[in-house]
T-cell receptor, first 109, second 114 residues
Framework: KNEVEQSPQNLTAQEGEFITINCSYS?????LHWLQQHPGGGIVSLFMLSSGKKKHGRLIATINIQEKHSSLHITASHPRDSAVYICAVSPFGNEKLTFGTGTRLTIIP | KAGVTQTPRYLIKTRGQQVTLSCSPI?????VSWYQQTPGQGLQFLFEYFSETQRNKGNFPGRFSGRQFSNSRSEMNVSTLELGDSALYLC?????????????FGSGTQLSVL
């Protein structure tokens, strides 16, 4: 079983819909990262969380440390949000980022 | 401020050869970490350098090595290339330790081993 599990693997939605991507992990962590990767490979860091909730524009990330779960929400989704979203965790005592397999999001106009 | 620069962007090698990839971090960033991305395994941590010292290494064979220079630029080297080394190699920089800092990624080097 992977240390980091993401769901869903693929998500297709209409423009304007509210999007939720989930990340569950099995180890204690010091931080969790949400990353966005567009076709062509470039990765952008969206959030780094160790507790609570962060918001940037239409993106919101939450983390529940006790339940070992994080969610990434996109409000008023837009075709330019189409990308792969990757969750990564920093386990305690093992400072090596461990990645989920990613969620491929497609927003249809 | 210039972003993270990786060179070359694309590379084609044959089995048995060696390859060196370069990563120039954002000015002022002292940490550089390297990652391998393949369709089958996804993203995997290779190693991390901070102030010219390797702080962490992932579960890769000794054919994968790296170093960091005094100006924080980093190189990674893969010797005796195998077909399975074909991947996108990404580096990321951060001001301090990467796991608890926001990461800034380069565009990657796409390596094809024939």
């Amino acid at each position: 079983k992977n240390e980091v599990e993401q769901s869903p693997q693929n998500l297709t939605a209409q423009e304007g819909e509210f999007i939720t991507i989930n990340c569950s992990y099995s180890v204690g962590i010091s931080a969790l990262h949400w990353l966005q990767q567009h076709p062509g490979g470039g990765i952008v860091s969206l959030f780094m969380l160790s507790s609570g909730k962060k918001k940037h524009g239409r993106l919101i990330a939450t983390i529940n440390i006790q339940e070992k779960h994080s969610s990434l929400h996109i409000t008023a989704s837009h075709p330019r949000d189409s990308a792969v979203y990757i969750c990564a965790v920093s386990p305690f005592g093992n400072e090596k980022l461990t990645f989920g397999t990613g969620t491929r999001l497609t927003i249809i106009p | 401020k210039a972003g993270v620069t990786q060179t070359p962007r694309y590379l084609i090698k044959t089995r048995g050869q060696q390859v060196t990839l370069s990563c120039s971090p954002i000015s002022g960033h002292r940490s550089v970490s390297w990652y391998q991305q393949t369709p089958g395994q996804g993203l995997q941590f290779l190693f991390e350098y901070f102030s010219e010292t390797q702080r962490n290494k992932g579960n890769f064979p000794g054919r994968f090595s790296g170093r960091q220079f005094s100006n924080s630029r980093s190189e990674m080297n893969v010797s005796t290339l195998e077909l399975g080394d074909s991947a996108l190699y990404l580096c990321a920089s951060s001001s301090r330790h990467p796991t608890n800092e926001k990461l800034f990624f380069g565009s990657g080097t796409q390596l094809s081993v024939l």
